[in-house]
């Protein structure tokens, strides 16, 4: 399996032509790459460079807007949901499958 460094980009370019409804051989011409290029990205087997996904991003109509967010910790943000909730919808949520996080410790 491919890491998640080696599909973003393809992923993203996957994305973008699923949004504008073209096959791979429409926006690869739209790109100005040939279609098995598009097909190796969008698959994870190459990796355009950053500047390369930028223009054709460009090309596409389309910009890649990125945002730096502080990291949140998903696990204190369940705990304290869980917290919250009375004894009866805490054995509800067992009976179907959810592993409280209290049930962990």
Do not use: C
Not at 14 to 36: C, K, V, W, Y
Not at 84 to 100: F, I, N, V, W
């Amino acid at each position: 399996m491919r890491s998640i460094e080696q599909r973003i980009a393809g992923s993203l370019l996957q994305s973008a032509r699923e949004r504008l409804g073209l096959s791979q051989t429409a926006f690869a011409d739209l790109l100005g790459i040939a279609q098995p290029t598009l097909s190796a990205y969008e698959s994870g087997h190459r990796q355009p460079t950053l500047p390369t996904l930028l223009r054709m991003l460009e090309r596409a109509g389309l910009e890649l807007r990125l945002e730096l967010a502080e990291r949140d910790n998903h696990d204190a943000v369940v705990a304290e949901w869980e917290r919250t909730l009375d004894e009866a919808t805490k054995q509800r949520m067992r009976s179907q499958g959810y592993r409280l996080a209290s049930d962990a410790a």
